[in-house]
């Protein structure tokens, strides 16, 4: 436990590491105090960073607000595209698709939300499939988008993660965050609190700081090594443990959807952007090799290839402090599940905005530590629940992966959620949960699972009343839907810029 009695202001702050991570956290940290504070980021051009995050869901725009950024300039810079979701092709089983779209499906009542009406409605031979009422699904399909009134329609970004990280670092610089180039290659502690007290370049140069941002990726120089804080390890629940990305040229329009086509031993990602397309294979090293992962991955991509694929090793797990001492872990140092829902810059901004929310100018203190590590680790454990959830519940039988995966055992958290939406249709979310209740339906009922009840609210309808219901919710949908632009005649016409499709 940190001495109250002894706490010193924090004035100088040291980000470890650029790339996504740590100019997120610049642009955060500059946005709110650059102004009172020394802010330092140090980063190598020699060392690359992943860069496979170009997908989000829509709570970055939650950030972008805070730093009153111009969508039309963010996007014209990372050549973003929307997305409204992300398809799930052949998870549930070989050629069986679905889609986890944004936003809500239908109309809930106070007492049982809108799955349990559609239920009766299935049963009763008067209902579509459930995407009929969600109007994010069916523009996906169509691929069209329009900004509407009072934000009526949900979305998210596809972004160049290049570009994103060298935009936040324009928008950085100026509000006070001085960026060193260097290696750094140690770290010095204070002998009496075991905090760290220093950073040391390749150069020889010593930087010192108050408080430090581990942005060093897998590695965590400053969390795992300096401080010591271990890696939970979750292999056992998610088998994936490699991936390889690649960029290919642009053969077609953008669409505003992730594209997730599972295979034998994982998945493979195809991310629309406007100048290219990302793609990339993740899989288990325990059922599929890398060099056939990598020849799958070529022969499943369209267009020309514009830089050579590189194999990512990683390991499913998470830090249980991400904060300890002096030091904040962000992004992949504090741990990694892996990206199937688009997860990993949400993880980044959420310890960026909980930093500024506790941030310790009078000092560090325990209590601000423990409340942020318990809000971390509440908000990873029902992520991890929901990414688990793709995997177990499958009817594949195609491969021993997938087999595996429906026989493991699973967190109790999950199991509970599985069997209480099996049993009655309900879903509940807990306070500050990331996926709300429409993201746990979309998935249970595209994986699989269709509730044997349903709440007697419903029955409460009779049958012309419910297909009336039922039907003005679609028409409605159908109505807006038709009236949409394409996508990419709106992404070029709200933020293109006059440059070639190619990288």
């Given at each position: 436990?940190?001495?109250?009695?002894?706490?010193?202001?924090?004035?100088?702050?040291?980000?470890?590491?650029?790339g996504?991570?740590?100019w997120?956290?610049?642009?955060?940290?500059?946005?709110?105090?650059?102004?009172?504070?020394?802010?330092?980021?140090?980063?190598?051009?020699e060392?690359?960073?992943v860069?496979?995050?170009e997908?989000?869901?829509?709570?970055?725009?939650?950030?972008?607000n805070?730093?009153?950024?111009?969508?039309?300039?963010?996007?014209?810079?990372?050549?973003?595209t929307?997305?409204?979701?992300?398809?799930?092709?052949?998870?549930?089983?070989?050629?069986?698709?679905?889609?986890h779209?944004f936003?809500?499906?239908?109309?809930?009542?106070?007492?049982?939300?809108?799955?349990?009406f559609?239920?009766?409605?299935?049963?009763?031979?008067?209902?579509?499939?459930?995407?009929?009422?969600?109007l994010?699904?069916?523009?996906?399909?169509?691929?069209?988008?329009?900004?509407?009134?009072?934000?009526?329609?949900?979305?998210?970004?596809?972004?160049?993660?290049?570009?994103?990280?060298?935009?936040?670092?324009?928008?950085?610089?100026?509000?006070?965050?001085q960026?060193?180039?260097?290696?750094?290659?140690?770290?010095?502690?204070?002998?009496?609190?075991?905090?760290?007290?220093?950073v040391?370049?390749?150069?020889?140069?010593?930087i010192?700081?108050d408080?430090?941002?581990?942005c060093?990726?897998?590695?965590?120089?400053l969390?795992?090594?300096?401080?010591?804080?271990?890696?939970?390890?979750?292999?056992?629940?998610?088998?994936c443990?490699r991936?390889?990305?690649?960029?290919?040229e642009?053969?077609?329009?953008?669409?505003?959807?992730?594209?997730?086509?599972?295979?034998?031993a994982g998945w493979?990602?195809?991310?629309?952007?406007?100048?290219?397309?990302?793609n990339?294979?993740?899989?288990?090293?325990?059922?599929?090799?890398?060099?056939?992962?990598?020849?799958q991955?070529l022969g499943?991509?369209?267009?020309?290839?514009?830089?050579?694929?590189?194999?990512?090793?990683?390991?499913?797990?998470?830090r249980r402090?991400?904060?300890?001492?002096?030091?904040?872990?962000?992004?992949?140092?504090?741990?990694?599940?892996?990206?199937?829902?688009?997860?990993?810059?949400?993880?980044?901004?959420r310890?960026?905005?909980?930093?500024m929310?506790?941030?310790?100018?009078?000092?560090?203190?325990?209590?601000?530590?423990?409340?942020?590590?318990?809000?971390?680790?509440?908000?990873?454990?029902?992520?991890?629940?929901?990414?688990?959830?793709?995997?177990?519940?499958?009817?594949?039988?195609?491969?021993?992966?997938?087999?595996?995966?429906?026989?493991m055992?699973?967190p109790?958290?999950?199991?509970?959620?599985i069997?209480?939406f099996?049993?009655?249709?309900?879903?509940?979310?807990?306070?500050?949960?990331?996926?709300?209740?429409n993201s746990?339906?979309?998935?249970?009922?595209?994986?699989?699972?269709?509730?044997?009840?349903?709440?007697?609210?419903?029955?409460?309808?009779?049958?012309?009343?419910?297909k009336?219901?039922?039907g003005?919710?679609?028409?409605?949908?159908d109505?807006?839907?038709v009236?949409?632009?394409?996508h990419?005649?709106?992404?070029?016409?709200?933020?293109?810029?006059?440059?070639?499709?190619?990288?």
């Open positions: 436990m940190r001495d109250p009695n002894n706490r010193q202001p924090v004035r100088r702050v040291v980000i470890c590491g650029g996504t991570a740590g997120m956290a610049a642009a955060g940290i500059s946005k709110v105090l650059g102004k009172l504070l020394d802010i330092k980021l140090i980063e190598s051009d060392i690359g960073t860069g496979v995050g997908a989000t869901i829509p709570t970055l725009m939650n950030f972008h805070l730093l009153e950024l111009n969508e039309q300039e963010f996007m014209a810079e990372t050549q973003a929307f997305k409204l979701g992300i398809g799930f092709e052949s998870w549930r089983d070989v050629k069986q698709d679905y889609i779209s936003g809500t499906t239908g109309t809930d009542h106070w007492t049982a939300g809108f799955q349990h559609w239920h009766k409605g299935v049963e009763r031979g008067l209902a579509g499939d459930y995407g009929d009422y969600c994010e699904l069916k523009a996906s399909l169509e691929s069209r988008f329009a900004h509407l009134p009072n934000q009526g329609m949900n979305y998210a970004y596809h972004l160049d993660a290049g570009r994103y990280a060298k935009y936040l670092r324009r928008f950085s610089e100026p509000k006070g965050v960026r060193i180039e260097g290696k750094i290659v140690r770290y010095t502690r204070h002998a009496d609190s075991g905090d760290v007290r220093s040391v370049l390749e150069s020889g140069q010593e010192e700081g408080l430090f941002v581990d060093t990726g897998f590695r965590g120089m969390i795992g090594e300096a401080m010591e804080e271990p890696l939970e390890d979750w292999s056992r629940w998610l088998f443990d991936a390889i990305a690649v960029q290919t642009s053969v077609g329009d953008a669409i505003p959807l992730t594209r997730s086509m599972a295979h034998q493979q990602w195809r991310i629309p952007l406007q100048h290219r397309v990302g990339g294979i993740v899989y288990s090293s325990r059922y599929l090799d890398d060099e056939t992962a990598m020849k991955l499943n991509v369209a267009g020309k290839t514009l830089i050579t694929p590189r194999v990512i090793k990683f390991k499913p797990c998470q402090q991400t904060w300890k001492g002096n030091v904040v872990a962000v992004g992949l140092a504090s741990g990694f599940l892996e990206p199937i829902e688009s997860t990993s810059i949400h993880l980044i901004q310890a960026v905005i909980r930093l929310q506790t941030f310790p100018a009078d000092g560090i203190s325990q209590h601000d530590i423990d409340e942020f590590n318990n809000q971390c680790n509440s908000e990873i454990d029902h992520i991890r629940d929901f990414i688990i959830l793709h995997y177990h519940v499958n009817n594949r039988t195609d491969s021993q992966f997938w087999i595996d995966a429906r026989e055992s699973i109790a958290s999950l199991q509970h959620r069997d209480l099996r049993e009655t249709g309900r879903v509940f979310r807990i306070s500050n949960e990331l996926f709300a209740e746990w339906i979309q998935v249970m009922l595209g994986q699989g699972i269709m509730p044997r009840t349903h709440h007697q609210t419903a029955d409460l309808m009779s049958d012309q009343e419910l009336g219901f039922l003005s919710i679609k028409s409605a949908v109505r807006t839907v009236q949409l632009p394409t990419e005649a709106y992404v070029q016409r709200y933020c293109g810029r006059s440059e070639g499709k190619a990288a």
